[in-house]
């Protein structure tokens, strides 16, 4: 699928559902949530009316970057699941709701494609002289 499909077809998801999971990997590095959080306020601002919670707590050392209390939601089979930075299934930081409709949006390579939708952005490094 090209990249303004699957932008497309993201939006689309997003707007029809009135409850947005965000997810990412177990032992977060900040990269990891830094997108889940950076997602997460980008979606609250943009849909105010719609629940956003970033899913699993934030570890001590990096309560600097953001924290949330919202964790406690529990998920449901009817939420949109977004997952960030998680190129694997297995290291997602908590269990996926049974049924719930998951966009995976990662910058790894796409060999575990577990959700209905999934974004592998490509990085360009830029070397600066």
């Known amino acids: 699928m090209k990249t303004s499909a699957i932008i497309t077809a993201i939006t689309k998801s997003i707007v029809k559902m009135d409850r947005i999971l ?41 309560a600097w970057i953001d924290t949330t209390d919202e964790q406690l939601v529990p998920p449901q089979a009817t939420d949109l699941v977004i997952a960030v930075d998680c190129a ?34 490509k990085l360009i490094a830029v070397a600066r002289r």
């Open 88 to 121: 694997n299934h297995e290291r997602l930081a908590g269990e996926l709701p049974t049924g719930a409709f998951v966009i995976k949006i990662d910058h790894h390579p796409n060999h575990d494609p577990y959700g209905q939708l999934n974004w592998s952005m």
């Open 22 to 62: 965000v997810y990412r990997h177990t032992n977060p590095d900040p990269d990891a949530i830094g997108a889940q959080f950076g997602l997460v306020a980008l979606l609250k601002a943009a849909y105010p009316e719609k629940l956003v919670v970033a899913m699993a707590p934030v570890p001590g050392h990096l």
